[in-house]
């Protein structure tokens, strides 16, 4: 059932911060930089659906951009945060929970001999580059064109408000490409600290790719050889794919980890883990934040993690997943349409083909979001274990009516078949 277009509470709401927050909205979750139609506020989560301000109801194929991965508003895991709260979440140092989830970090993580925590990817991202310093005594940073590490100086995707100086010392290559990697080492000649590579290519606007073993274990001889740390940014991928890290079932293992996302079912955290070679230069750099210690997101974390390994969470994501893929294919198949579907069925990306400037995704996409389906147009997405096969059948369901007006206000769509 199509949705009205107008949302006037949105508007309104978009209106006032205009007034009192830069440009309305900041950073990736401002609907200007997702697409055409995107409500820019919610009032609710629940399960696998969101409500935006004006009330309309959505399925929903984003998690909160990861974080959602049990479930909005879990009740085991909002129930073991809010009895931290009850007894006092911020204090003058850590509770036992701190204790209990370095060692599940340790228990679960198959290359982590140790675990610090913080609350943003960003902070995990960027501690790891700073152990990386501390152990080896290098400076250069290795890191793969094109991919996301977080929003600060060093690695922020915009150049605006950097200088030449804050990158001075990261050097690029491309994702599973060994030739340029080596490259990029010589660059670095005797200064190389490490490595850093997401879990796969999960890059905006391009069809994903899976890591490469044979690049892994490459990067991984390369640190073996140098000394430098093989960094895996694990924030986006971590948990959703393998609970042992993202690169257990490449049989690479690498001697650093940033997490967040899906570490806490939405409560705030990030953490690092680290080999037992890192746990010198982890030992002695400085980093913190006041919000870092709180046992809420921890409790929240503990229990999270407890019932990704506890259930078949992760196997029933992929199997929606996988279920949500092959329906988009049959219906892009029976509309004609040539739609790329790449990287794991659990985060899916959707690409048409021949759609440089987005027109068909985002046509395509306003067109769901109306039927009541949040995809986006250029990101991975993400399955949560509180979609159930009927959701996924719904917004197939919507998919197809989305598809067939794309293919009426779009004459020049790739077609499989015809001229
Ligand atoms: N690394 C990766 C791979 C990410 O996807 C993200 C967030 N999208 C980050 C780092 C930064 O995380 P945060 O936004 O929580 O700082």
Known sequence: MEQSLTNSRDSELLARASKVVPNGMWGHMA?????????????????????????????????????????????EVNTAALAEIARGDIANGPTERMVELAELFVDTIDYADWALFQKNGTDATTTCVTIARATTGKRKILVARGSYHGAVPWCSPSVVGVTAEDRAHVIFFDYNNA???DEAVTGAGDDLAAILLTAFRHDLNRDQEMPDPAFLRHARSICD??????????????????????????????????????????????????NRRMLDGASKIFVTGSFWYGSAAMAASIKTIGILKSTNALAHMEAMGLRFREGLASIAERHGVVLHQTGPAQMP??????????????????????????????????????HQPADIDRALEAADAAMKDTVAANSGISHRTGA
């Open 31 to 75: 609907t200007r930089a997702i697409g055409p139609g995107y409500p820019q506020f919610f009032s609710k989560s629940d399960g696998c659906r969101v409500w935006d301000a004006e009330g309309n109801e959505y399925i929903d194929f984003m998690c909160a951009w990861g974080p959602n991965i049990l479930g909005y508003r879990h009740p």
């Open 179 to 181: 030739q340029s990697l």
């Open 225 to 274: 050889r140098t000394g430098a740390a093989l960094i895996l940014d694990d924030v986006r991928a971590g948990f959703r794919l393998d609970v042992r890290g993202s690169w257990a079932m490449h049989g690479v293992k690498p001697d650093l980890g940033a997490y967040s996302k899906a570490i806490a079912n939405g409560w705030p955290l990030a953490a690092v883990a680290g």
């Open 349 to 386: 990306i959707l690409r048409f083909e021949n759609d440089p400037d987005l027109k068909i995704a985002n046509t395509f996409c306003a067109a769901a979001l109306r039927r009541g389906i949040y995809l986006h147009p250029k990101h991975n997405m993400f399955l949560s274990a509180a």
